[in-house]
């Protein structure tokens, strides 16, 4: 949540109207909401989750009402909630014990049944960035199963701050890792630009591990990758001595576990993991904290020569897909042998098309395939094939054809898991977890007949490689996954994150890298709170 517009504005604004309480009414049919919240249902929190027991009466004699959970309550009302033993009052908080979302109807249907209607406002003072076209696919199936209708704002909604009418003093939904533009944008309206050029105002850093959360907060596929991608930084680190035997001074050993991991974006484009990380130097014995840059490949191509099917713009395949900011929300698509892909496929404007999609594993074996119908109107298709695992770790290929014409093909790794439930894995939980689903089929159906007519011939001697993998451990699997995750990305740089120099001399420190999680990040600052309430 950002303001469109400054302290003192909002001050001055609710000063003005401090015996007023602002409250968003859904402004529809009351039977139609009462059923579209399920408010007519009992529902019972228990082990983390919410339970339908079965359908209630609405209280006689009360106005039900709700809407937006985002509201501005003064001090009389507030405290009037709080400490009020009147019926309404304690009636409504029995009732509202036992629904789904009462943040979205308790408030409204209090105000409007008490003393205090005449303080009701319609309108919570806040701008929401809509699109149910493609937010509410997935609203109320079967009662109250929701994903929410609001989107991100973006860069072409600025003039929606700008220009509003009714007052406004706050707005949803902002995520620098979607769209950061925008947030600088506002800031800029509000308190004015930053002088052209300011280090690190087109970059963002987003934490996703500190030491302190414990390895036991990531996943095995991500501990998995976060330890292959500090080794990528250290073997980059020692390319740098360019072939001197003797010198140690850029070799390092890998120690522990990494230190941090942030996500990395500049204008808005991900541009990979930073990962902190201890490591010995070898010529000096001292403990060194690096941080390493790595950055995935792209690997979507057309086919050569190219086929005069253009509707087809990106093929992708990653997990956590967000439907609605139309993101893989796993950036960078780490994957690992129990994962559930999802394919995704972005299209240009045309005709009505039907394409075939065709997953091939590592050996060749063909998973899926499946048909699309694109309509002249989509913009994008997503569909996650009901694939048996665990999945063969190793480069997968996944093609579009159209016709049984190839289109374009993209590749993406899963990479083997060096621990198993955070330790290192055992080769009897790796046999289980490394050698693909039971039979070697990951459906029901086989796809087997179309390997020759697909030209996808499947050789012996890759299937024996793959078994004999699948029992590796220790150092060898390291050296697996590492010739695994280095088709997949790039170290791009490293840097020293002590306060001390690196022994390596060519390492730059990571506050003088504009890349570095710990480079200087202005928009990032903050002091205590001036006599205009700024913090920054």
């Not at 929401?128 to 973006?154: A, E, M, P």
């Not at 063909?366 to 009901?386: C, K």
Request: aromatic share 10%; glycine share 6%.
């Amino acid at each position: 949540v950002l303001s469109p517009r400054t302290n003192d504005q909002l001050v001055a604004f609710l000063s003005k109207y401090r015996d007023m309480n602002f409250i968003k009414s859904h402004g529809r049919d009351n039977a139609r909401f009462i059923r579209k919240q399920g408010l007519d249902r009992l529902f019972f929190e228990c082990d983390t989750h919410m339970w339908r027991l079965g359908d209630r009466k609405i209280p006689e004699g009360i106005s039900v009402d709700g809407g937006s959970d985002w509201f501005l309550m003064n001090r009389v009302f507030v405290d009037y909630v709080i400490n009020s033993k009147d019926d309404l009052v304690t009636s409504m908080k029995r009732f509202y014990a036992y629904t789904l979302l009462p943040a979205e109807s308790f408030f409204h249907t209090v105000l409007e049944n008490s003393p205090h209607c005449e303080s009701m406002v319609d309108n919570n003072l806040r701008i929401t960035n809509w699109n149910r076209k493609l937010g509410c696919k997935c609203q109320y199936k079967h009662i109250v199963d929701w994903c929410g209708c609001s989107h991100d704002f973006k860069p072409s909604d600025l003039p929606r701050f700008q220009q509003t009418t009714r007052p406004t003093f706050f707005a949803r939904k902002f995520e620098a890792s979607v769209n950061q533009e925008i947030i600088n944008q506002l800031d800029a309206f509000l308190f004015g630009g930053v002088p052209q050029g300011t280090p690190g105002m087109r970059a963002y850093w987003e934490n996703i591990f500190d030491e302190p959360d414990g390895t036991h907060s990531l996943t095995d596929t991500q501990l998995t990758h976060y330890h292959a991608f500090a080794r990528m930084g250290l073997a980059r680190t020692a390319a740098s001595l360019q072939g001197h035997p003797t010198d140690n001074s850029c070799r390092y050993l890998a120690m522990g576990s990494p230190v941090s991991v942030h996500l990395y974006f500049l204008s808005d484009e991900f541009q990979g993991y930073l990962v902190r990380h201890h490591a010995t130097n070898l010529a000096s014995s001292k403990l060194e904290t690096l941080e390493t840059w790595v950055m995935p490949r792209k690997f979507f191509k057309f086919s050569n020569p190219p086929n005069t099917f253009t509707r087809l713009q990106l093929a992708e395949i990653g997990t956590d897909w967000d439907a609605k900011e139309r993101l893989f929300r796993n950036f960078g698509n780490l994957m690992g042998p129990t994962d559930e892909p999802v394919g995704m496929q972005r299209w240009g404007k045309g005709a009505n098309v039907t394409a075939t999609v065709v997953w091939v594993d590592p050996t060749n074996v063909i998973a899926a395939t499946y048909d699309i119908l694109v309509d002249a109107g989509s913009e994008f298709t997503h569909y996650r094939p009901p694939l048996n695992t665990p999945l063969r770790p190793g480069v997968w290929s996944l093609r579009v054809l159209h016709h049984w014409n190839p289109v374009a093909e993209t590749r993406f790794l899963i990479t083997p898991h060096t621990h198993h439930r955070h330790q290192p894995i055992r080769k009897e939980d790796a046999l289980k977890l490394h050698n693909g689903p039971a039979k070697n089929s990951y459906m029901e159906q086989s796809f087997h007949g179309l390997n020759p007519i697909l030209n996808i011939p499947v050789h012996l001697g890759q299937v024996e490689e793959a078994e004999r993998n699948a029992g590796l451990t220790g150092a060898e699997l390291e050296r697996w996954v590492d010739g695994l995750v280095a088709e997949a990305w790039s170290a791009v740089d490293v840097c020293s994150a002590g306060p001390s120099p690196a022994g390596c001399p060519v390492l730059q420190a990571c506050r003088d890298a504009p890349w570095s999680s710990l480079s200087p990040d202005p928009k990032a600052g903050l002091r205590p709170p001036g006599s205009d309430g700024r913090i920054r």
